[in-house]
């Protein structure tokens, strides 16, 4: 038995931590020698198709050594995105050979949240820090165009406090360029001196930006006198001297750790993302090997589709906007002025187009700035290609007398598309509406179960329904209900389906959590994204990572309806796949529509009830799914 000796077994982690810090550096290294060699024969730095193979062999490596999918993805987002974004680092400083100081002087509003942007964003590069704290945004940018700095850093937008407007109406004036972005994740919480019950709480001290950021929980608070203070350290030194104070703040800041935590998590979005941009005296050049932005600036005169002509020649050139904010225009009153990011490269041929064929229909048009887009989406091992190496694995190990192991699924698709609903009672109303579905187009079937008949128990007929689905290569997915079901249902289910009604059974999130079956969670009726993501979020903190959200409409008096702006939103919050489920109350040419909008945003696929087994509603899903799969097509 091995020793149980807590020192020799910390001495034995902390050997392996720094084997494991060893390695990591290797790969750094060896990842700037990727760097040199897209250099020498020119190719993207992302390869995404490589990614994908790599995160599958290491998940498929892991099982074998007995780790969990999802830890492994999780650990290889961070190393990748690290790679990538040390590459894109040392390609950018090669086409910008003048930017190599070793320290950048940053200009910024002396409140935390620009200075920790600022921090993260010169540590990415690899430089050191220079402090040149100002008192307003117009301060910072005229440190730097006076020379006193290099660059400052401004926020530009924050997801619940929306577009920063001071900052947009400076960007007009300014002969400054936007050279870079960042975007960081803001924490808040509350603190006290010491233990202080809400109830008890008199006076509340944060900076404005901070309560608009937490404006629903401050909202809650009765008889609070709110204090504003210019920075969160002046609400910190007011609480320290006041027992019934407290402070809202960001829980990096060095002064917490003297303070007691009331409550965490009080931001208005599960994630306050906030965007910052940096602006220098020089334009820069971005490489065509990274993904980039440009920021325009621009005014048309108030004629009828005067905007919308611009736009179109955005489509046109396939330009795909990432913000559109408009401002009004100083001394011209009602009259806009409108910023406009594209996801494009300023030297690239379609915005060289775009900007000749716009320009004579603009009164005024400035390129703000072409500078690295901050994102690195992180990329997806689709969830039909983790459950076929969840079946490969068990495929391996054959449990004696189990049929179905030893039916191949390798022809298994890559991605959903088509999920259709099976109304069943027993295993033959199963099998008979299997073949159609198939034939029809599906590539998973839903079961939708009446009471069974007394012949089977409930899990023969799950088993019996394995069986049939595998033979057919589809993909089953199974409804729970109720916490006890749970364990045999994941033991024949390749997806487990979880209802709008259980959507707030916590009990059950949490076992989903455990669970090593991606989880389709439904939007209750009732539920709004934050709602929905908080569920979501219940199930991945307990490990399982593979859940997707299935859209199935809202109420909306006495009926549910599919709502387009929700569903867009959440797109824009979360990348978790969506799929959309049509229920009894929503036409198929409404299904059709929301469908078609969603595609074009990158919706992972949609179920389609089939109401009965009648042969006119099998007809139905064919032509369902062909539309569907149309669509789908042409975006
Ligand atoms: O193999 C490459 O092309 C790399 O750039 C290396 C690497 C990695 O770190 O593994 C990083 C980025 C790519 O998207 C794929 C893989």
Known sequence: ???????????????LDSDLLTLLAKRKAIALDVARSKQANPRPVRDQEREQALLERLIIQGKDLGLDAHYITEIYHTIL???????????QQLVNPENSLPQIKLAFVAETESLFAGIKYINRQGKTLVQWPCKHFQQAIQE?????????????????????????????????SIVGEIVVNTEYALYANSELPLTQMSTLYCTPQVAQQSSHFIQQLDNINIVYTLTSAQAAEQVKNDAHAAVICNIEEEFCAELVNIKSHITNQQENLSRFILVARKAINVTSQIPAKTTLVLATGQTAGALLNVLSVFKKYNLIMTKLESRPIQGNPWEEMFYIDLAANLDSPAMAQALAEITPQTQYLKVLGCYPSNEVKATQVPVAQLAKIHHEAELATPEPNSEAHSISLSQLNQEFNLIACATISNEDDFASQAQQLKNAGAQAILINQKAIDSSLSQQGLWQACQQRA????????????????????????????????????????????RQHRPVI????????????????????EQGNQQVLLCEHGQYQGEHTQLNLMQTCRLKAHTSLPILVHADGDITDNEFLLFNKDLYSLGLNGSIIDTKSNE???????????????????HN
Do not use: F
């Open 1 to 15: 038995m091995a020793s149980l000796d807590l020192e020799e077994i910390r001495r034995t982690i902390t050997a």
């Open 81 to 91: 995105e690290d790679s990538v974004r040390s590459q894109q680092v040392y390609l």
């Open 144 to 176: 730097v165009e006076q020379g006193c700095a290099d660059t400052a850093i401004l926020p530009i937008e924050n997801t619940s406090a929306g577009s920063i407007n001071e900052v947009y109406d400076l960007l007009q004036h300014t002969r400054l």
């Open 470 to 513: 595998r033979a057919l290569n589809l993909l089953l997915i199974i409804p729970v209900q109720q916490l006890h079901a749970l364990n045999h249902a994941a033991k024949y289910a390749d997806l487990l389906y979880v209802p709008g009604d259980q959507m707030h059974n916590s009990e059950l999130l949490e076992q989903l959590g």
């Open 521 to 540: 969670l439904v939007r209750a009726k009732t539920a709004n994204n934050d709602n929905w993501l908080s569920c979501a979020t219940t199930i991945m």
């Open 615 to 633: 042969p006119q509603q099998l007809q139905r899903l064919g032509t369902l799914s062909k539309q569907v799969n149309t669509l789908k097509k």
